[in-house]
């Protein structure tokens, strides 16, 4: 009858199936109870019958990898490769991402979801539910607060276990290498440091709700345009020391129970099937036990991807294409049984770590005032003032404010494509000011699409806002790093009438200022999340400090960062050639002398900060190896309570042939007016490591540690020899 085959079919295949059977009492009956079976286990609030006994994988006093073992070894070659590939999604469900389960053994279904920045649950629009709609994790980056990224995380775990969602796709990690990068508001940073610190705190709290994590998208999917095919094609060196330790920190640090390969070719290999990648480095050098899932229609084989360590594969196009054909190709001998045993072994270690073999737990209450007041939070948090060259902020004694601009009546959460989410509530630039301004002010505003209005609007009042951005994307990158249409000629319009003008970034990633002249007050707000509105007003009426800090180099242009340019980007015949080396970013502006619109690391407050007594202390640690002990004091000489974000930078001696200096350690601190805090900060020996000869290496000399606000303010420096 071809029955048993059916068991793990999308639902609707199921009952098309039955329906064909013609024996309809019967039928009826089967359908019920095939459907049951199908509905993924985090929606069933009982567990399977037999617990111990014929089943030994559900009894708890078995150690984890026994369990394992025992129902693997009940498990047919089909039901094996079952569980390494995703099928559509059951008729009425919403996840992105749906591995059947097998009832015969009690193995529940498996339910993936979009979610980087807020929970993104169903791959259909008409079926997709709301969700908090958290700022962008660049925004999260510009925080420089693990403990943030760690609550972030939590709420979206909470989220996706009330949702039934086991595995989420986040966070994104990787390196923003051009400034036009499609989806760099998404990814935290230009600093393998400041990436793999967020990344790391941010996959705990995730997991800490019995969510795993799957990381994205390993390893140099560093832009848009042609990702399918295009390769990267990058020195070894430049991987090491650059693209892969956010990685290797979120594995061995952040202990991330997944990872998601990227669609793109890496040195002429795609990701999914990249042995080096894979199973050299991945699984062997940096002990990954976890599942390694491919992005969709990343796959491109069936033997180069299972042989290379890619557990299970997904696409949208065709469901379960290459992976399919795996019992056949064990059957003929291409790809051996211990080789599918070993990818099943990780999924089922995922299941277990994610709670799916013990009693059904009650799901979690998304709490929206709660997970509204952290995207508050976060938004806040991430807010950048770039210039208050007039102190115009905070705003006081204000008695009217105009808000224009295409973003000023209309909220902007987030960018387009898998991160884009659905948000329970929304607060505009407008609604927010409005509301904190109270009935004392009166507040006007114009979309800005006829300037003429828009600057008679801001000629009339106190204070003008001018609220622009952009509005990035996955699947492609920004033509240019201009504002789109005409923004640019708007803000010049309301700086020319009124002089008391706050110019509101809310962009993805850098923009060219033309204007940056002409406009005395700056703010970066990038994508704010569903509460954006009231994070503005609260930054710009100073009930919070702004103490986000730049977690990208600002070019003057494209054109001046060192990796732009073919075939570095756009892409030559052979791929992106990542010929900058180790200038990405901040690297490459030191070490070539230019000079950015605004440098990493930079962010003022409404207070001012002095540093000293700079002390280096060297720490024996184990045999020859060293840390390094930095400790310095930081005081608030202003009279108001602010947010400091020190940042220690470490230069190499000169035969190293590294960049002049590169973070490796940060901190973030309240102080009251007139209070000082010493910091203290340790750097381990690989904060002194570089790679050559095909291994980390230290060299004899001195290393320059510098101290201070940004990667351009550093008043304290001294030198530690290390030999």
Known sequence: MGGGRQLGRPASHVIG?????????????????????LIPAATRSTRPAEAGGPRPWFDASIPVESRIAKLLARMSLGEKVQLLYGVEPPVGSGPAGYVPGIP?????????????????????????RPATALPATVSLAASFDPALANAYGQTLGREARARGVHVLYGPAMNIVRVPVGGRNFEYFSEDPYLTGALATSYIHGVQSQQVATQIKHYGLNSQEIDRHTASSKVDERTMREIYLPPWQTAVQQGNAWSVMCGNNPVNGVYACE???????????????DGVVGSDYAATHSAVGSVQAGLDQSFSWQDWGAFYRDLPQLVRDGTVSETTIDARVRRVLRLMFRIGLFVPARELPVIDRAVHGALARRTAQEGTVLLRND??????????????????????????????????????????????????????????????????????????????????????????????????DALISAIAAVNPKTVVVLQTGAPVTMPWLAEVPTLVETWYPGQEGGTALAAVLFGDADPSGRLPVTFPTEA???PSMGAPRYPAGPNGYDYTEGLDVGYRGFDNRGLTPLFPFGHGLSYT??????????????????????????????????????????????????????????????????????????????????????????????????SVGASSRDLPLARAVVLR
């Open 17 to 37: 199936w039955v329906r064909r059977q013609r024996r309809w009492p019967y039928a009826v009956a089967a359908a019920l109870l095939l459907t049951a079976l």
């Open 104 to 128: 015969r053994l009690g193995v529940p279904s498996l339910v993936l979801s979009d979610g980087p920045v807020g929970l993104r649950d169903s791959l259909r629009a008409a079926t997709r």
């Open 274 to 288: 990249n042995r080096k990648l894979l199973a050299d480095l991945l699984e062997t050098e940096w002990g990954f």
């Open 390 to 487: 007039a102190k115009l902020l905070p705003l006081k004694a204000v008695g009217s404010i105009a808000v224009v601009g295409p973003y000023a009546t209309k909220a902007h959460p987030g960018g387009g494509g898998s991160s884009s989410v659905v948000p329970f509530r929304t607060v505009s630039p407008v609604q927010g000011i409005a509301a904190r301004a109270g009935e004392g002010v009166t507040v006007t505003s114009h979309d800005g699409t006829d300037i003429a209005e828009a600057a008679a609007k801001a000629r009339a009042a106190d204070v003008a806002v001018v609220v622009v951005g952009d509005s990035a994307r996955e699947g492609t990158d920004r033509a240019d790093m201009d504002l789109p249409g005409r923004q």
């Open 559 to 561: 054109a001046q960062s």
């Open 608 to 705: 001012t900060f002095r540093y000293s007594g700079l002390t280096l202390t060297p720490v024996a640690s184990s045999g020859v190896r060293r840390n390094v002990r930095v400790a310095f004091t930081v005081a608030n000489t202003g009279s108001r309570t602010g947010v400091a974000v020190p940042q220690i930078y470490v230069g190499f001696p000169h035969v190293a042939e590294e960049p002049p200096r590169q973070l490796k350690a940060f901190d973030r601190l309240t102080l009251a007016p007139g209070a000082a805090r010493t910091v203290t900060l340790t750097l381990s020996q690989h904060a002194f490591e570089y790679w050559a000869d095909g291994g980390w290496r230290t060299a004899p000399g001195d290393y320059l540690i």
